[in-house]
Structure formats: structure tokens, C-alpha cells
Nanobody, 115 residues
Framework: QVQLMESGGGLVQAGGSLRLSCAAS????????MGWYRQAPGKQRELVAT???????NYADSVKGRFTVTRDQPKNTVYLQMNSLKPEDTAVYYC?????????WGQGTQVTVSS
């Protein structure tokens, strides 16, 4: 199964920026969609952003205009550039990779935005 490893989380003040990275390894089947979900304490995991192999993107309404998802195909890495961060963006961010019907998840990285 594909292994995904996130990095780049941390503590930032409101209005600041962070860039998350997620590198895939142990790839057996081609990875189709990649992207990011997040889960705040006491809330369900929610979609943040996705990107297809062709580069088509999709964002949650709450992050449109502030977050940008990109992908480096040769490196099998997906990125999430987060600007104008808000306290409500505080959550554990998980990357995922989908190969056909198989979905793999990273272990998560904490993002904390202080007001």
C-alpha cells in the first residue's frame, strides 16, 4: 500500500502562512487523485482541497482564495499552500492518495492558528 508522509505543520499567528507537503512512497499502482482533508477537535474530517493527475483542483468554500493545492508528479508529492490563515483553520491535516478504489492516508500534521 502507498505510504504518505506529511510535513510542514506548526503554530502560526492569524494572517500568516504555512506550506504543507506530502510525499508518497511504496507506489505500486498509479496515484490518481491526491489532496488534503482536515479534522478539528470534536468535528468530522472535512475535505480541504483535491487535485487530479491532470491538475484539476477542487476546494472547500471555506478555503477558496486562501489555499492552493499543487502537485509534483515526478516526485509523487502534493503541496498545500495556506495563506491568510484563520483560527478556524486549526486542525490536523491529512493528505490522501487514491489509486482506483484504493485510498491511502498520511498520519496527519497539526496546524494551529493563534488569534
Amino acid at each position: 500500500q502507498v505510504q504518505l508522509m506529511e510535513s510542514g505543520g506548526g503554530l502560526v499567528q492569524a494572517g500568516g502562512s504555512l506550506r504543507l507537503s506530502c510525499a508518497a512512497s511504496r507506489i505500486i499502482f498509479r496515484i490518481d487523485d491526491m489532496g488534503w482533508y482536515r479534522q478539528a477537535p470534536g468535528k468530522q474530517r472535512e475535505l480541504v482541497a483535491t487535485i487530479t493527475r491532470s491538475g484539476s483542483t477542487n476546494y472547500a468554500d471555506s478555503v477558496k482564495g486562501r489555499f492552493t493545492v499543487t502537485r509534483d508528479q515526478p516526485k509523487n508529492t502534493v503541496y498545500l499552500q495556506m495563506n491568510s490563515l484563520k483560527p478556524e483553520d486549526t486542525a490536523v491535516y491529512y493528505c490522501y492518495g487514491q489509486s482506483g478504489t484504493r485510498t491511502s492516508w498520511g498520519q496527519g500534521t497539526q496546524v494551529t492558528v493563534s488569534s
